[in-house]
């Protein structure tokens, strides 16, 4: 039986594993979202106390993943340019449990309140990236040999999703997923404090993407397609599902939205062939899924 030790600290709590075949993450406070996810591996959120203002999902016990075994990684931006997951943690839970280390930007929702401090910034992306990259590095670490560096995507709802836009040039990303997101071709209607890169930036994206939108009543819509229609030099696949612009993330293990994310990064990220059926062939698997329509440019078989 699995067993978990737990020492109060001024900041909440330490999480160490106590048997010894275990590696359990280090957590200055932690939850267990919907018992660990629905995936072959239980996941818990917590705050790391090297991180701050970052949400890690990552395996309860690390031991399992190593050499042959490694987990790739998802760095999160939160809509509305939130410092927090709030919104979307059980997004964010359900594809961790599927074998992947994500981390959203911002404070850990212990509650499901509103966050309602600071906006967060681009630059905490590209954080926790480096945090990453240098626990894989640190033989100290939990996380030592266990995080696949060469397997990063970056992604992100509305706000987030322009962050994403904003730090597309990062070499380190394999792929990027835009959520009820696009680039605003009249920035009048943008929220202040979001990132305005300019539509020029799509020309120089190497990496494939996808943007998973609301549908028409998306008010993020027309700039996601239309980001979408510009990409030629890249695989890109748009999928629309009619729910407007607040997803399914707040659905039970994240709703609906869930099944095109999870596959996409699955087949960009593990290049799992049976998840690449959602998005090749004519039609595709996503557009046979009740409800979704999808669109993919000529890169894309």
């Known amino acids: 039986m699995k067993r978990i030790a737990l020492l109060s600290v001024a900041a909440g709590f330490v999480l160490a594993a106590c048997t010894p075949r275990e590696v359990a993450p280090v957590a200055v406070q932690y939850r267990i979202v919907e018992d660990g996810g629905t995936g072959p591996v239980k996941v818990m ?23 042959g075994n490694k987990l ?16 979307h943690y059980l997004f964010l839970n359900e594809i961790a449990s599927h074998g992947f280390l994500v981390i959203a930007t911002g404070y850990i929702p ?26 894989n590095a640190d033989k100290a670490s939990p996380y030592y040999g266990r995080i696949d560096v060469d397997a990063i995507a970056a992604a992100g709802m509305s706000c987030g999703g322009l962050q994403t836009l904003d730090n597309s040039a990062d070499p380190r990303f394999k792929t990027l997923m835009i959520c009820n997101s ?27 993407v996808i943007y998973i ?28 599902y009619p729910v407007g612009h607040g997803g399914t993330y707040a659905k039970p293990h994240g709703g609906e939205f869930t099944v095109p994310a999870l596959a996409w990064l699955q087949w960009q990220l593990k290049g799992d062939k049976e998840a690449a059926k959602l998005f090749q062939g004519d039609p595709c698997g996503l557009s046979q899924r009740e409800g979704w329509t999808t669109e993919k440019n000529s890169l894309i078989d």
Not at 50 to 55: I, V
Not at 72 to 87: K, Y
Not at 191 to 202: A, F, H, R, S, Y
Not at 217 to 233: P, S, V
């Open 110 to 135: 212990m509650t499901d309140e509103r966050y309602r401090g600071p906006q967060s910034t681009s630059a905490q992306q590209i954080e926790a990236v480096d945090w990453a990259i240098a626990q």
């Open 182 to 208: 696009g680039l605003f071709s009249n920035p009048a209607g943008a929220v202040p404090g979001m990132p305005m890169p300019e539509k020029e930036i799509l020309q120089d994206i190497q990496v494939p």
């Open 45 to 67: 959120m917590l705050e790391d106390p090297s991180l701050e203002a970052h949400t890690i999902f990552a395996p309860q016990n690390l031991a399992p993943f190593g050499k």
């Open 72 to 87: 790739p990684l998802l760095v999160w931006g939160n809509g509305a340019c939130t410092n927090s997951p709030w919104e």
């Open 213 to 240: 939108l609301g549908g028409e009543t998306d008010i993020a819509y027309q700039n996601g397609m239309d980001d979408f229609h510009r990409l030629t030099k890249v695989p890109a696949f748009a999928a629309n």
